[in-house]
């Protein structure tokens, strides 16, 4: 889990990125176990909410929660 930040902060598609600087560390501590092709999925479908929203940045509670129920995941509990 401890390389687990870094590779959330590798996941958002060309061209988007994390609302908040600390995200990827959030979602490496909050969302263990994933796999690499997880994280892509989950971001992937995150950075689809932040363009209806017309943004390239991936915020958690209007881009990535509901990504996660659309998902399946059950989301953490902050």
Do not use: C
């Amino acid at each position: 889990w401890k390389d687990a930040p870094v590779y959330w902060a590798e996941a958002p598609p060309k061209g988007y990125r994390y609302a908040r600087r600390d995200m990827a560390g959030n979602l490496g501590k909050f969302l263990p176990g994933f796999s690499f092709g997880q994280m892509l999925t989950v971001i992937a479908k995150a950075a689809e909410y932040a363009q209806k929203d017309g943004t390239n940045l991936i915020a958690y509670t209007p881009h990535i929660l509901p990504a996660l129920e659309e998902l399946g995941i059950q989301p953490p509990t902050l």
